[in-house]
């Protein structure tokens, strides 16, 4: 088994209010939020991670959340700084940052470039006001453009914009206006996706009355990708699209089936070693998270993933490539030879669900992609 990649996803979880779809583990707190606190405990858990990173470099670096942009400039400094003198980074590592348009204004974008992040993800959601009120978002379609403008401005040259579709009473023409409204800022980087109800969320509990049906989200997604690609946004994901040579590295590595380190409340973590392929939680109470590192606990402890965790984990991410992997890719990820999903994949593709275009290389045919859900299913253990 060859070593793949290697990255390190930091987990900041406190939000100015909680959004009624939002299924992470964020929490209400502002500027109330215990931020020295938490960035100190990120540093004794990113010491705590070091012994899995040995000789390997990090290539790239994802600040989610909740929101980062709650943190100023200083403290997402300190927090590069401490991951900079623990780990050898590449060249051209990619360090991304999530920040919400009404959250940016706490630090000038020019202090997190002056810090290190080189690629911000924004998440507007939607650039209509109704829409964003459904979504109980604080901010407005001008904030979007602001925020971009801003950080383009100061020189930030990679920036994503996240955008749902499938929104309470939307329709083909409003969607597609979302996508134009989010082109003219020239962003490098588009995520779109179909809003879900999940679990543990308010809209789950409460679904609005005017959810688009199935048959107008697939109108939607298919509207959707074709104005993209008019506009110069290839899809390289389900639900990313990306101008040349701007695919976030980040989630390739996700989705490639490639090592992370995580750190931070709730975090989780891949990593692969002689013994295998192992998984890993961070304890998701931030409260709980910083008493445990603080009195020197382990935040985690890794559980192997056994044949069948491997195969159903590699062929959820790798799944979702548009243009799909090589057969010879599975061993190198897990260790097992490639006969044990290739003997998957030939019934999936007599029923018109996966695709060889090329001998060794495989992807999710048209129909597969419609239906992915039912075709990463067949793959569970």
Known sequence: MMQPPLALYVHLPWCVRKCPYCDFNSHTAGANAPRARYIAALLADLDAETKRATGRALSSIFLGGGTPSLFPPGEIAELVAGIRARFELTDDVEITMEANPGTIECGDPEGYLAAGINRLSIGAQSFDASMLAKLGRIHSAGDIAAAVGAASATGFTNINIDLMYGLPGQDVAAALEDLRAASKLQPAHLSWYQLTLEPNTVFHARPPADMPGHDLCADIQTAGQALLAGL??????????????????????????????????????????????????????????????????????????????????????????????????????????????????????????????????????????????????????
């Open 232 to 381: 110069g946004f290839k899809q390289y994901e389900v639900s990313a699209y990306a101008r040349d040579g701007q695919a976030c590295r980040h989630n390739l590595n996700y989705w490639s089936f490639g090592d992370y380190l995580a750190v931070g409340a709730g975090a989780h973590g891949k990593i692969s070693d002689a013994a295998g392929v192992w998984r890993y939680a961070k304890i998701a109470n931030p409260v709980g998270y910083m008493q445990a590192l603080e009195s020197g606990q382990p935040a985690a402890a890794p559980t192997a993933l056994d044949q069948g965790e491997l195969v159903f984990e590699f062929m959820l991410n790798v799944s979702r490539l548009t243009q799909g992997f090589e057969l010879g890719l599975f061993t190198q990820r897990t260790g097992l030879p490639a006969r044990i999903l290739s003997e998957r994949l030939l019934p999936l593709r007599d029923r018109g669900l996966m695709e060889e275009p090329v001998a060794g290389t495989w992807r999710a045919s048209e129909l597969g992609m419609r239906f992915l859900n039912d075709l990463q299913a067949a793959f569970l253990p």
